[in-house]
Every structure is written in structure tokens, then in C-alpha cells.
């Protein structure tokens, strides 16, 4: 399945002022990445209790928020593969993600695509790749990636952007099922795969990453989500009993599996310290991380969405070790007691104190709608948690 990328320019009134708060935006726009399907992301949104656009003189104006900008005129002409096959892999169920950044510090915004490509089930002909779009300053975006060097390489999910060695210049990691890849800015508008050299290469399915100093020694460590190994030895048969026709098992058959936690060297290489910092026991499915300081205590931790099976929230030990506080904190399971669908999180600082509230979206079993939780710091203890829900 090709699914076209629609693009959107944003405006409001006179004023420049969009006709929406920034909360009601944020709300929507978490409801709408839990979303699944062709349908264009912006287009999803339902924006409730919106506030009429306005020009200068404060008469309501009826100009939309949001206006699709066709490829014939932003450029980006790429789109994802999800490549689906007759057999089900359980890959193939996943959209991939983008980043924006500006990988060549000219103050512009660019944008990377990822895509799918050829792993043990998947050979697409013609091959895919991923693609970075250079901002032309004008509205419009040049595709670079054959010039940059960075086309990726295997069945695509997520990239996380972050500066691993200091230079100033932003890098990116690429997550895939298989193999994932590092590229490090060379400065000079190109990238180099120094993935093997680095020792991240993550074998697995690997859904997300995030950058963040884990030691507080000043250069940026790497997590990485790991959902499963669901390629084509792994891959299980599910069917309706009744009807007899197959359909993509749900994540809860396939074993938990340890995500990875790699330690920057500060000479280009990674030493993986999963096991050491206690990461490695917390075995799951996950999808989406998010590093906070939760606690305020100035040591960053961590919160992973898992699907199917319990969150975890990793509690900074300040000695290199995490400690899984997630069942103690209230954010491992439903107010039910049972594990969610988590596919994302986003961490939310507010004007309470300081106080950090994590907004974890997932998939409710058997519901076709996305819905959002906000936990905040309990009163009493700040390593203790409580949530309430906010309907998407």
C-alpha cells in the first residue's frame, strides 16, 4: 500500500494568529497520531471548542487554519510503502516517522522521511529508500538525499535527530526492523553511516529512539525501543475460526523482548550498558519513549510505551542505574489494571511548579478511537504518580 504525504501550510487572521489555543492544538493533534490510515494527518484533526480566527479589527473571519499545499508546489513528492504482503508480517502493520531539522545550520527547517525496504520478507522493486528535503526558503523543499548520503537501508520505522559528538551540526539514527543506522553530519551537507564503527546497530525490530544524557557527563546517550523479532522466521498465523481468513496477529502472542540503552564513549563509539543499568530486566513491547526529568532531582529518566504489556517508567538512580517504577507510580497499567496499546508519548511541562506531566496515547482493545492520559506528580511523594483521563 502507497500512501501520498499531504502537506499543510498553517495561517489564521490578519493578526497572524491562529484560530485555536495552543492547548486545544495539542490535544488534537495528540488524538490524531494515534490515528491509522491513508487519510491526510492535519485533515483527521477534530479541533473542539475552536476559536474563531480574527483580523485586525477583531471581526471573525471564516479562512481555514490549515491549507494542503500540493507536491506540485512544496516539492515533496515522496511517499511511504508500507509493503504489504499476503503473509502478514507483523512489520508491515507500522507507518514510519520523519524528523524535522536543519541539517545544514542555515536556520531552515528541513524535513527526513522514512521509508520501508528490502529485509528478510520484504525485496521491493523497485527499491525504496528514505528522503531528506533541504527547506528552499520559498515554500518549497529540493529532494537531497542521493547528494546528502542518506537513503537508508531496510524496512524503515523511526529516526531520532540529536548532536551525539558535539560538533554542532545534528545527526540522525534511523530505527528499523533488522538492522538500524547511524549517519553522523560531516559538516559540509553531506552524512556518513558510521553505524558499525559506533556499535549501535540495534539488530531486532527496533521502533523508536530518543537522545539524552543518561551520566550527566555532558554527551548525548542513545535509548532504543525494541518491539519484537516478527520478520519471517518469527512470523505467527492468525485467522478467524469462523470465517477462515487471516489477519495480522495482535502483538500479545509474540514474546517480550529487552530494549537497549548504548553509552557514549565521547570518540565516536557506543558501549551498550543495558544490562549493567538494569534496563535489560524490564522485558516488553515498545513502541514509543520519551527521557524527562521526573523528579526534579536534575538526572534525566525515562518513560516507554509498550503495546500490550505494562509501561515502564525508569527511575535515574544517579549511579548509572535505573530502577522500573512504573507499577508503584500508576502509569504501568490502566486505572483497570490492565496493560494498554502505548504507540507514543510526550512529555508536557506546565506552570504547576515546575511539575512534569506525561501524555501517553494508545489504543484502546476492540476500539477504533485513540484516547490520552495526563499523569502528573503525585503531592505526597515526587515518585509517585496519578492520572485522570482527557478524551481525545
Known amino acids: 500500500m502507497t500512501l501520498p504525504l499531504t502537506f499543510f501550510s498553517a495561517h489564521g487572521g ?37 476559536l474563531p480566527a480574527r483580523n485586525r479589527h477583531g471581526e471573525q473571519t471564516t479562512q ?11 516539492g515533496i513528492t515522496w511517499q511511504h510503502v508500507n509493503g504489504r504482503s499476503a503473509d502478514y508480517y507483523l512489520p508491515e502493520t507500522t507507518g514510519a516517522g520523519c524528523a524535522f531539522l536543519d541539517y545544514d545550520n ?6 527526513y522521511f522514512v521509508n520501508s525496504g528490502k529485509c528478510d520478507f520484504y525485496d521491493p522493486n523497485p527499491p525504496l529508500r528514505n528522503a531528506l528535503y533541504r527547506n528552499n526558503r520559498d515554500g518549497t523543499f529540493t529532494d537531497v538525499t542521493e547528494k546528502v548520503g542518506v537513503p537508508g537501508g531496510g524496512y524503515g520505522m523511526g529516526v531520532a535527530v540529536g548532536d551525539y559528538n558535539g560538533d554542532g551540526y545534528p545527526d540522525l539514527y534511523v530505527t528499523q526492523y533488522e538492522r538500524c543506522i547511524l549517519y553522523r553530519n560531516n559538516g559540509d551537507g553531506t552524512f556518513s553511516d558510521v553505524t558499525e564503527k559506533a556499535g549501535v546497530a540495534a539488530p531486532g525490530w527496533a521502533s523508536s529512539a530518543v537522545w539524552f544524557d543518561y551520566d550527566n557527563d555532558g554527551k548525548l546517550d542513545l535509548f532504543v525501543c525494541r518491539f519484537g523479532n ?11 475460526k469462523k470465517t477462515g481468513e487471516r489477519f495480522y496477529c495482535i502483538p500479545s502472542i509474540y514474546p517480550r523482548v529487552r530494549s537497549w540503552l548504548f553509552h557514549n564513549n565521547g570518540d565516536g563509539t557506543f558501549t551498550d550498558v543495558s544490562d549493567q543499568s538494569g534496563i535489560a530486566k524490564s522485558l516488553g513491547k515498545a513502541w514509543g519513549v520519551v527521557a524527562t526529568d521526573i523528579n526534579n532531582d536534575g538526572w534525566m529518566d525515562l518513560f516507554v510505551a509498550n503495546d500490550t504489556v505494562e509501561n515502564f517508567l525508569f527511575l535515574n538512580k544517579k549511579n548509572g542505574t535505573f530502577a522500573d517504577i512504573g507499577l508503584e507510580s500508576g502509569v504501568a497499567f490502566s486505572q483497570e489494571g490492565r496493560p494498554r496499546s502505548g504507540m507514543w508519548t510526550r ?16 489504543t484502546t482493545k ?6 490520552t492520559i495526563m499523569t502528573r506528580p503525585s503531592t505526597t511523594s515526587p515518585d509517585r504518580w496519578a492520572s485522570g483521563g482527557l478524551p481525545a
Not at 481555514?64 to 512544496?74: C, D, G, H, T, Y
Not at 542555515?106 to 524535513?111: A, K, T
Not at 476492540?366 to 484516547?371: I, R, V
Open 366 to 371: 476492540c476500539t477504533p478511537y485513540t484516547k
Open 230 to 240: 516478527s520478520g519471517r522466521s518469527e512470523n505467527k498465523y492468525c485467522e478467524n
Open 106 to 111: 542555515d536556520g531552515w527547517m528541513d524535513i
Open 14 to 50: 490578519a493578526d497572524g494568529r491562529l484560530g485555536l489555543t495552543r492547548r486545544h492544538f495539542l490535544r488534537a493533534l495528540s488524538a490524531s497520531l494515534g490515528l491509522y490510515g491513508a487519510k491526510p494527518l492535519l485533515r483527521a484533526l477534530s479541533f473542539p471548542e475552536l
Open 64 to 74: 481555514p487554519l490549515f491549507e494542503e499545499v500540493p507536491a506540485s508546489k512544496s
Open 347 to 362: 512529555p508536557i511541562l506546565t506552570k504547576m511548579a515546575g511539575r512534569i506531566f506525561l501524555s501517553p496515547t494508545w
